[in-house]
């Protein structure tokens, strides 16, 4: 019994010794960056990332996006939406969260993942394992057709509507259009685009954000509050990890 419990101390020692702590995977951007804007040299930008500071640059097709925060009031006919929360049994969706933006164009236009689509679960990839969905999520966006005490219809992109219960006190979030020349010092920033083989990102889409209470970064990968709400121009849904 003695030689036992010392070679397991021995085991755990020598375990001890070679394990190494991991990064945090929330706080890691495959494409793009997130920070606060520390320093601007023209179209160059450096941010404050948690890994240290990262170069963006943007260019003449590089768009740009400031987020806000809003409230019950601001969700209104004909204003882009986008909501995530739990589906009820009969097909409607209690709101957790809303976003807001502007039409691009004249329309609403989202990015829709593989599989993915308004107001439906996704479809895993051939070969792919389900993924569980604790509490019944459920993610929608479109056109606000109609407000109705705190019962929104959204026109979905393909013609179809859903019923969305959105209560007073929800988190309300506003996106706008924006331009290079609204990015200031200090402000927390969210990047997509490319990265090169010195981190340096070359930026499709820049996002202005709130900070959140300890600043631009919450601790689980979400930003300014807002969990890292879709980051594609105009109110986009971004994909994970962009």
Partial sequence: ??????????????????????????????????????????????????????????????????????????????????????????????????????????????GQGPGGGFGGARTPLPGASPRPNPGNLAFTGGEVARVSGTTVTVQLPGGAAQTLVVPTTVRVSKSSLARASDLALHQCLSATGPKDASGQVTARAISIVPAGPTGCFTGGGGFGGFGGFGRGAGGGGGAPGD
């Avoid at 419990?5 to 890691?28: E, F, V």
């Avoid at 606060?36 to 990262?54: C, F, K, P, R």
């Avoid at 601001?74 to 929360?85: H, L, M, S």
């Fill in 1 to 110: 019994a003695g030689l036992a419990l010392a070679a397991c101390g021995s085991t755990a020692s020598a375990g001890g010794s070679t394990a190494k702590a991991s990064p945090s995977p929330g706080l890691r951007v495959r494409n793009g960056a997130q920070g606060e804007l520390v320093q601007m040299n023209g179209t160059s930008l450096i941010l404050n990332a948690t890994t240290g500071d990262v170069t963006v640059v943007y260019n003449a097709s590089t768009t740009f996006q400031k987020t806000s925060t809003g409230t019950f009031q601001d969700i209104t006919p004909t204003r882009c939406i986008v909501a995530t929360g739990a589906r009820d049994p009969g097909g409607g969706i209690t709101a957790a969260t809303v976003r807001l933006s502007d039409k691009v164009n004249g329309a609403c236009a989202f």
